[in-house]
Every structure is written in structure tokens, then in C-alpha cells.
């Protein structure tokens, strides 16, 4: 099954977000396969937004990034990262429908809340970035027969 990575930001993680979006995962029938909540250093952060680091907003970007704690998470199911995307909305949540997480809770691009995988082989390398040798669990959960046909 195809996984993805999922991360709420610092302003996710201050503003008392974090159940809400993880709720939102677990009923849409995703497997939670790791999580750790963390305060990344910089040059992590800069690894993992790598092809981001001409842009005008990157050193904002970095600086909001460190501000505090996040929430990593490994997050699995079928389409797992275009799905991913979708439940999280526009990178600018003001384009962000009702309904997805940033046009449901944030307002500037800036502070969007929420991290996800832009595709299949960022998600490998950013479930590499974050979680490295730890355990990406493997499990079976007695609902899938209720999730997928
Ligand atoms: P996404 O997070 O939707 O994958 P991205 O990878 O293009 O979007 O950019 C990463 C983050 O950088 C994004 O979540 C918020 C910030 N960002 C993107 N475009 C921006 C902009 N024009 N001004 C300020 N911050 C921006
Ligand atoms: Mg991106």
C-alpha cells in the first residue's frame, strides 16, 4: 500500500489542531504507520523544502518551520498521496475549498498547517528525511475488510 507523508506545522501543533487533523486520516480509513512529534533543526528543514531554496519566501519559510514543534506522521492507503493532497487543499488556503483541511482552519500561505507528500517519490524521500532507520510500522488493522473491497 502507497504511503505518505503527512506533517502539521508549528502553527498546526499551537493551535490545538493536531487531533483534528489526525481525525480526519484515521475516518477516511487511512493506517496510521508512524508518528513522533519534533522540533527540526534548520538544516533539516532546509533538506526537506530543498527545492524550494531560490524562492523569495524560503527564509520565512525556514524560520516559521523552526518556530516550534511539529508533528511528523507516516500515513498509509490505497492513493494514499494524491488523496493525502486532496484532504489538505491549495497550498494557499484562501484557494483552499470547505471541507479540506487548510480551507477549513488557515487563511495565509504562510501558515498553512499542514504538509504533504506532492507525489509518490518525495514521499519515500521524505519518510527517508524524517524517519530514517526508526520503524515505519507494519500492521494489520481488523477494519480494512470494512475500508476496501
Ligand atoms: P505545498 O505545501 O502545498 O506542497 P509548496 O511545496 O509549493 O506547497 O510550498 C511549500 C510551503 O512553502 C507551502 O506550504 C507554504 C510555503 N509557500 C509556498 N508558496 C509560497 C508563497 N508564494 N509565499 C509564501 N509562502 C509560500
Ligand atoms: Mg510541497
Same mark, same amino acid.
Given at each position: 500500500?502507497?504511503?505518505? *507523508?503527512?506533517?502539521? @506545522?508549528?502553527?498546526?501543533?499551537? +493551535?490545538?489542531?493536531?487531533?483534528?487533523?489526525?481525525? +480526519?486520516?484515521?475516518?477516511?480509513?487511512? @493506517?496510521?504507520?508512524?508518528?513522533?512529534?519534533?522540533?527540526?533543526?534548520?538544516?533539516?528543514?532546509?533538506?526537506? *523544502?530543498?527545492?524550494?531554496?531560490? @524562492?523569495?519566501?524560503?527564509?520565512?519559510?525556514?524560520? *516559521?518551520?523552526?518556530?516550534?514543534?511539529?508533528?511528523?506522521?507516516?500515513?498509509?492507503?490505497?492513493?494514499?498521496?494524491?488523496?493525502?493532497?486532496?484532504?489538505?487543499?491549495?497550498?494557499?488556503?484562501?484557494?483552499?475549498?470547505?471541507?479540506?483541511?487548510?480551507?477549513?482552519?488557515?487563511?495565509?500561505?504562510?501558515?498553512?498547517?499542514?504538509?504533504?507528500?506532492?507525489?509518490?517519490?518525495?514521499?519515500?524521500?521524505?519518510?527517508?528525511?524524517?524517519?530514517?532507520?526508526?520503524?515505519?510500522?507494519? *500492521?494489520? @488493522?481488523?477494519?480494512?475488510?470494512?475500508?476496501?473491497?
Amino acid at each position: 500500500m502507497e504511503q505518505t *507523508y503527512i506533517m502539521i @506545522k508549528p502553527d498546526g501543533v499551537q +493551535r490545538g489542531l493536531v487531533g483534528e487533523i489526525i481525525s +480526519r486520516f484515521e475516518r477516511r480509513g487511512f @493506517k496510521l504507520a508512524a508518528m513522533k512529534l519534533v522540533s527540526p533543526g534548520q538544516a533539516h528543514l532546509e533538506e526537506h *523544502y530543498a527545492d524550494l531554496k531560490e @524562492k523569495s519566501f524560503f527564509p520565512g519559510l525556514i524560520k *516559521y518551520m523552526t518556530s516550534g514543534p511539529v508533528c511528523a506522521m507516516v500515513w498509509e492507503g490505497k492513493d494514499a498521496v494524491k488523496t493525502g493532497r486532496v484532504m489538505l487543499g491549495a497550498t494557499n488556503p484562501l484557494a483552499s475549498s470547505p471541507g479540506t483541511i487548510r480551507g477549513d482552519y488557515a487563511i495565509d500561505v504562510g501558515r498553512n498547517i499542514c504538509h504533504g507528500s506532492d507525489s509518490v517519490e518525495s514521499a519515500k524521500k521524505e519518510i527517508a528525511l524524517w524517519f530514517g532507520q526508526e520503524s515505519v510500522l507494519q *500492521y494489520t @488493522k481488523s477494519v480494512d475488510a470494512w475500508v476496501y473491497e
